[in-house]
């Protein structure tokens, strides 16, 4: 789901389940999805509503503490690895500068620099390092929360060919 602002407006359909920090990311986490030491304080921004990213311990711990989480649409695309319809995300042609992390627990996914026009679905050519786990069938998930982000394909531009 592309979600914008760092915490989650529910109902945005989009075709990853992301969301769209329009503003800072979280204060221990800097633009290249990097940790630092030292937190930082968060920009105010009003567009958003500003929910942090949720640790690993704090994540639902099954199924039924997800759904009660989630949005239905959230909850289908992030759990049961659905897809929406193409060309229904609210923020499918949103060329900002920011974050995009994920609807389930928050963490920075991709960086709008690595986002292109591609498809009916958000698509960027690389995530940031270590937040998006790849599987043999071409899934990619979060490797916070595990949840459904899409698919990685070998059709997108330089520098790495790829398309998530």
Not at 31 to 58: F, I, L, Y
Not at 82 to 89: A, K, L, M, V
Not at 112 to 122: F, I
Request: charged share 25%.
């Amino acid at each position: 789901m592309l979600k914008k602002g760092m915490g989650m407006k529910r109902g945005i359909p989009g075709a990853l389940a992301l969301l769209l920090a329009a503003c800072s990311p979280d204060p221990d986490v800097n633009r290249n999805g990097e940790t630092s030491m030292k937190a930082q304080p968060k920009a105010s921004c009003t567009d958003c509503d500003a929910a942090p990213s949720v640790p690993v311990s704090a994540l639902p711990a099954s199924e039924e503490e997800w759904k009660k989480k989630l949005t239905p649409e959230e909850f289908y695309i992030l759990r049961q690895k659905g897809t929406e319809r193409p060309y229904t995300g609210k923020l499918l042609h949103h060329k900002a500068d920011g974050l995009y992390a994920c609807a389930g627990c928050g963490q920075p996914l991709y960086d709008s620099k690595t986002k292109y026009d591609s498809c009916g679905w958000p698509s960027f050519w690389d995530a940031i390092p270590g937040a998006v786990d790849k599987h043999p069938d071409l899934e990619a998930t979060c490797s916070r929360c595990k949840g459904h982000l899409g698919h990685i394909f070998d059709d997108g531009p330089p520098p790495t060919g790829k398309r998530h």
